[in-house]
């Protein structure tokens, strides 16, 4: 026998569809800045070994650094900041809720 789960007085959440689009469109760009990032990274290591035409090595290097930057600082930087932004909305929509009151 399965038992049904207790049931409690903390209300259901329901989720704003308009921030469930903000966060599925910022998870698709940060899935997509990492992606380019490791290309990058990869096209700067083949340069950097040498395996591409007469490029010079130090812009294989230069490239390794920018995509580990656009891999890892980038979407962090991304998050963060909308983060501070939906927080920021919820302050907003609490002060005005409690000048109407």
Do not use: C
């Amino acid at each position: 026998m399965t038992q049904q789960p207790e049931k409690s007085d903390d209300p259901i959440y329901v989720a704003d569809p308009e921030k469930e689009k903000q966060a599925k469109s910022l998870h698709f760009m940060v899935s997509i800045i990492r992606l380019l990032g490791i290309a990058i990274l990869m096209l700067g290591i083949a340069i950097a070994l040498g395996r591409l035409a007469n490029i010079p090595a130090a812009v294989g290097y230069v490239l390794v650094i920018i995509g580990l930057v656009q891999t890892w600082v980038a979407p962090i930087m991304m998050v963060r900041s909308f983060v501070k932004r939906q927080v920021a909305e919820e302050a907003d929509k609490e002060a005005s809720d409690e000048k109407i009151l």
